[in-house]
């Protein structure tokens, strides 16, 4: 019994090791999009890109999900008003998501649609148009990823996974203790 567990720890250690040292993909232009080369949209801040498109939320993120990730990728839904602690604090959000691959990375894909604009009354949104490059455009959508290293990955996995057997032995040593 003891065998088994170890070797069944050795072999969840392997696979960890063999999934925390895989690189990911960049994740892909946005397809029918415009890429951004507007201030703060390409290296003014660290892994962001920008496109004006006219696809919805849906297609976006439908988009985003397959091509982005794997199998044990987590999506979720923030409010808008993060995406200024994600990016700037000028960003004009409609929707924020994030994909997190666990031990790895995390992408946001921040959508701003000037037609659905939530903090802005409906009479003046018309300010907010999206015209680039001549073409007016319905929403635009910045995406920022943020990488871990290797190292990194490793080295907070094997924390979690020691701290989650320290727990198991408090917990085993608190029963041997109750009479």
Same mark, same amino acid.
Not at 149 to 157: C, D, E, G, H, Q
């Given at each position: 019994?003891k065998y088994t567990s170890i070797i069944l720890i050795v072999l969840f250690n392997i696979f960890a090791i063999f999934y925390l040292i895989q690189p990911i993909k960049s994740p892909p232009d946005l397809p029918n999009s415009l890429r951004s080369t507007l201030p703060g949209d390409t290296t003014q801040i660290t892994?962001?890109?920008?496109?004006?498109?006219?696809?919805?939320?849906?297609?976006?993120?439908?988009?985003?999900?397959?091509?982005?990730?794997?199998?044990?990728?987590?999506?979720?839904?923030?409010?808008?008003? @993060?995406?200024?602690? !994600? *990016?700037?604090? %000028?960003?004009?959000?409609? +929707? =924020?998501?994030?994909?997190?691959?666990?031990?790895?990375?995390?992408?946001?894909?921040?959508?701003?649609?000037?037609?659905?604009?939530?903090?802005?009354?409906?009479?003046?949104?018309?300010?907010?148009?999206?015209?680039?490059?001549?073409?007016?455009?319905?929403?635009?959508?910045?995406?920022?990823?943020?990488?871990?290293?290797?190292? @990194?990955?490793?080295? !907070? *996995?094997?924390? %979690?996974?020691?701290?989650? +057997? =320290?727990?198991?032995?408090?917990?085993?040593?608190?029963?041997?203790?109750?009479?």
């Open positions: 019994m892994n962001v890109r920008a496109y004006f498109t006219n696809l919805s939320r849906t297609e976006v993120i439908n988009f985003y999900k397959a091509n982005y990730g794997g199998l044990a990728r987590v999506i979720l839904n923030h409010p808008p008003e @993060k995406s200024q602690e !994600i *990016f700037v604090d %000028t960003m004009q959000s409609y +929707y =924020l998501e994030e994909f997190i691959i666990p031990f790895k990375e995390s992408l946001y894909v921040n959508g701003f649609d000037w037609e659905n604009d939530v903090f802005t009354k409906p009479e003046k949104r018309i300010v907010n148009k999206l015209i680039f490059e001549g073409k007016e455009f319905k929403s635009k959508i910045t995406i920022r990823t943020f990488p871990t290293s290797i190292p @990194k990955r490793l080295a !907070i *996995f094997f924390m %979690t996974e020691i701290t989650l +057997y =320290l727990i198991y032995r408090c917990y085993l040593y608190s029963k041997k203790l109750k009479p």
